[in-house]
């Protein structure tokens, strides 16, 4: 698994490539961590893009569940980016669609964090 | 997926070369070019191994692993110094400070290549035995580790016990489960508890992650469950129950998928509610169905997936369940199973055994017993990856309706 972090108007783009799974995962724990950690409270708005994931585990999407709640508690927003596939499967049968929004579109996706 | 190493250096030229170098041998190359670059990349992505230059301006070498060994995460990353010839008191110096190896500058490429795959090849049962280590603290010994696998092994047979020892006995119903663990003790577990009033109920789960974590987890949901299943009747108020509790004792990215239900033979019926479990499939001959309802005698063999619920449980206190009642008839089977089934993956192309496979060996297999039927799937999916080794748990559980309802 490969993370790359952009910002875009404010917003945290983490381009996640490869596999999220197991221990392969916790990279991108630390990533998002220290990125909350980094930012005000409030302030965090943050993008996945999962468009080069090829897989996902339960230990994948404990990561994502995570900084949900962590973001959430700090009164931020996370969002998916990309979403397809495998991916989109697990998130649809965890029936965390209800939680996370997604996009297809980087552009509208940056555009919904500035509208809220 | 291709291992990554990080090259340090503040010669960019030679970064440049290691680079193409490595990226050609089919390594992941992440660069830094000074120790703090070094420090943050190596804790940012936990890379292989280091290849780590010592005489470096604002941070050398030695401050760097000085550095990375106090890190539990880069502890045990293994590093390979570059030195210039001369400095011998620094190669022994390195060594001492923990680095795994050295190399001399100007070094050739190939012998860096192959210093590089004999490093992992010692380092990497350190890689997972090292968080274990870490967990256990700085008492870590050879007996600790000896005490430990007695005690993985005693917690495996805990476990055992756990799971039901002989499939469950229901008039009218033909019912088997098997668990493959894919570690000594595992995340996934099925049970099923008879109820006061002759219905049977019925759980399959999966708890995130693997291992020592995951099996705790399991033994808490298990017992939670037991006592929870006798104290609400509809199975939208059991996992409500038992996410409450999970929100309440664990963070939110311990969570488990799972479906509870109850068998009703008097009815006929399957209640359940899926807290984020891949969907039971319900195959109903509905020719046959039609035929003893209708009496009509077209019709094909159909798969309903079973999603009614809510989301995974135990991450989230406003989670919601619904219930859903299914109706079954003689002749109809339902296949339980956990994710590491429609997951595995194939050792020629790593492609997932996925569920369109799993809906075929269930078609296929479905007038053998319920045990045959686990057994036949178990069989075709350890065909289906081949050499490759089992990743995750796999677990499996098929409830078939065989004879008519009693009227009474």
């Known amino acids: ?104 579109d980087e552009e509208k996706a940056i555009l919904s964090f500035h509208e809220a | 997926m291709a291992q990554t190493i990080l090259a340090v250096d503040d010669d960019l030229d030679i970064l440049d070369v290691l680079e193409m170098s490595l990226d050609s041998d089919g390594f992941n190359v992440i660069t830094a070019s000074d120790g703090l670059d070094a420090i943050e990349k190596a804790k940012s992505h936990v890379p292989d191994l280091i290849l780590l230059d010592l005489m470096m301006p604002k941070m050398d070498g030695f401050e760097v692993i000085d550095n990375l060994r106090t890190d539990s995460q880069t502890r045990a ?69 000896e005490q430990l696998a007695a005690h993985l092994k005693t917690a495996a047979t805990i476990q055992q016990r756990l ?34 009033d002759g219905s049977l109920s019925l759980v399959i789960a999966d708890v995130r992650g693997k291992g020592i974590p995951a099996a705790l987890l399991m033994v808490m949901i298990r017992t939670a469950l037991r006592l929870v ?15 409450d509790l999970l929100v309440i004792d664990t963070e939110p990215d311990l969570f488990a998928t799972m479906v509870y239900g109850i068998l009703d ?12 479990h891949c969907h039971p499939l319900h195959l109903t001959d509905a020719k046959a169905h039609k035929k003893r309802i209708f009496g009509v005698r077209d019709g094909t063999l159909k798969i309903h997936q079973l999603s009614t619920g809510g989301m995974v449980a135990g991450s989230f206190d406003f989670a919601e ?17 956990t994710d590491g089934i429609t997951e595995a993956e194939r050792d020629t192309d790593n492609a997932f055994y996925g569920e369109e496979r799993l809906q075929d060996a269930i078609r296929s297999s479905r007038d053998m017993s319920a045990a045959m039927i686990c057994k036949t799937i178990e069989d075709d999916l350890m065909h289906f990856i081949g050499k490759k080794q089992q990743t995750d748990d796999l677990t499996l559980v098929v409830v078939k309706a065989t004879t008519d309802v009693e009227e009474d």
């Open chain 2, 265 to 276: 033979p008097k009815s006929l019926t399957f209640t359940y509610s899926n807290a984020g």
């Open chain 2, 163 to 196: 799971l039901p020892q002989a499939p469950p006995r229901l008039t009218g119903f033909d019912i088997d489960g098997i668990l493959r663990s894919s570690t000594s003790v595992s995340g996934d577990f099925y049970d099923f508890i008879p109820l006061d």
């Open chain 1, 1 to 104: 698994m490969n993370v790359g972090i952009r910002r875009k108007e404010g917003v945290t783009v983490l381009d996640i490539e490869g596999r999220v799974i197991g221990s392969e995962s916790f990279a991108l724990k630390s990533i998002i961590d220290d990125e909350i950690r980094s930012l005000q409270d409030g302030e965090v708005k943050m993008l996945l893009n999962m468009g080069q994931v090829r897989a996902m585990d339960s230990s994948g999407l404990g990561i994502i569940i995570a900084a949900y709640t962590s973001i959430q508690r700090r009164g931020g927003r996370i969002a998916l980016l990309n979403v397809s596939g495998n991916i989109n499967s697990l998130i649809v049968v965890s029936k965390l669609v209800t939680i996370f929004d997604r996009y297809d």
């Open chain 2, 77 to 145: 990353i293994p590093v390979i110094m570059l030195t210039a010839r001369s400095q011998v008191h620094e190669k022994l110096q390195g060594l001492d400070a923990g680095a795994d190896d050295y190399v001399t500058k100007p070094f050739d490429l190939k012998e860096l290549t192959a210093r590089i795959k004999a490093v992992l090849g010692r380092t990497e049962p350190a890689k997972y035995i090292n968080p274990l280590i870490g967990a256990m603290g700085d008492w870590f010994s050879e007996t600790g580790v």
């Open chain 2, 321 to 337: 369940f619904e219930n859903e009642t299914v109706q079954l008839a003689v002749g109809d089977t339902i296949l339980f199973y």
């Open chain 2, 229 to 243: 299943c006798r104290q609400e009747s509809s199975p939208a108020a059991v996992i409500k129950s038992i996410n």
